[in-house]
């Protein structure tokens, strides 16, 4: 915007009135505004400075916050993508391991939704061809619609050296799994204060539910935003059942996950495609509140432009460690799919 300057003033030539008539003149008017204004102050009339706002410099209602949601299965988003360097296990969904042929993605806080967009799949399309991804991290900096990558993922769609290019991309819906849901105990935890991550699903989750045992209430799991369920008052001290449903109204329950932190356990329980295995119950136990460990921070990163590295598309392997605790029983039960004015301003 630029500031106007006014030019100078018009002149007006008047013939001046003779003396008399001019000092009688000025003196009525003078009289006439000062009994105005008197009685204007004494009628209490309300000054130019109160006048109401016209309502069109009337203060706009405020626009309702966005929501946070993951891509939608079914919408085909456009954007641009760029990628980062990154070891694959420090994202913010808290993977042990980074998928395999290291094909991630990081979504801005929109889209990364606090944690509801992880473990979901995307297509993503740039000027070379299509890209499976696993959402594995958030971006903080990205707008929707900005995907940042991993190098290994963007050089299938593009040539690194360009850094930034258009995409379009979609969500993938029920993709092929690579084998049975995993679970992570966080470390920390104990039988007063629960913490699990849930991995190998496929389609992003909608709620993991956890009991003691095999009897007993099922307890409700709150999402963190670094992708670990938490009970905050504990489960007790387990072999616990686990009940996961995701987005696309699948449900399995997972048996016999232990009370090992830090460890990966492989159930035998397919998110999708059927289930085996065995499971031993153990007795409850009391719970009471333990304070919570801190959670993650939002990762930084770093964009690069390394050579391209071929390789073919390949399924995302989120299975952590080979090390394996057991080998619950778990059963699948099919559900069905949900989806999910400004005042008068006042003289100053």
């Not at 209602?61 to 420090?90: E, N, Q």
């Not at 190098?151 to 991309?169: H, K, L, M, N, Q």
């Not at 391209?308 to 029983?329: K, N, Q, W």
Request: proline share 11%.
């Amino acid at each position: 915007m630029t500031d106007g300057t006014d030019g100078p003033a018009a002149r007006t030539t008047v013939s001046r009135p003779r003396t008399g008539r001019w000092l009688a003149g000025g003196a009525v008017v003078v009289v006439a505004t000062l009994l105005g204004l008197t009685l204007a102050l004494r009628s209490g009339a309300a000054p130019a400075c109160a006048a109401p706002i016209p309502p069109q410099h009337a203060a706009a209602p405020l626009a309702p916050a966005a929501l946070l949601a993951p891509p939608a299965a079914g919408t085909v988003g456009k954007g641009k993508a760029t990628f980062y360097d990154s070891t694959g296990t420090d994202g913010n969904c808290s993977y042990p391991t980074a998928p395999a042929a290291r094909l991630y993605v990081a979504l801005g806080p929109d889209e990364y939704a606090d944690g509801a967009a992880c473990g979901g799949y995307l297509d993503v399309t740039g000027p070379k061809g299509t890209v499976r991804v696993m959402v594995a991290d958030q971006c903080p900096e990205c707008a929707p619609g900005h995907l940042d990558l991993s190098r290994e993922a963007f050089t299938r769609i593009a040539d690194p050296v360009r850094g930034v290019v258009d995409v379009s991309y979609r969500l993938v819906v029920d993709p092929p799994l690579t084998g049975p849901l995993t679970f992570r105990i966080k470390e920390g935890a104990s039988q007063w204060w629960f913490a699990v991550l849930v991995a190998g699903h496929g389609n992003p989750l909608r709620a993991v539910e956890v009991r003691h045992g095999s009897s007993g209430n099922w307890r409700a799991a709150s999402r963190q935003s670094y992708n670990y369920w938490l009970i905050d008052s504990g489960a007790g001290p387990g072999p616990f059942q686990i009940r996961v449903t995701d987005t696309r109204g699948h449900r399995v329950t997972a048996a016999g996950i232990r009370m090992t932190p830090g460890q990966v356990q492989r159930s035998t329980v397919r998110m999708y495609g059927g289930t085996s295995g065995g499971s031993t119950p153990a007795p409850t136990a009391s719970a009471a509140p333990r304070t919570p460990s801190s959670s993650p921070k939002p990762t930084a990163r770093a964009s690069a432009r390394p050579s391209p590295s071929p390789s073919t598309l390949a399924p995302v392997d989120v299975s952590a460690s080979p090390a394996v605790i057991g080998a619950p029983e778990g059963e699948a039960v099919a559900l069905a799919s949900s989806s999910p004015d400004a005042g008068p301003r006042g003289c100053a």
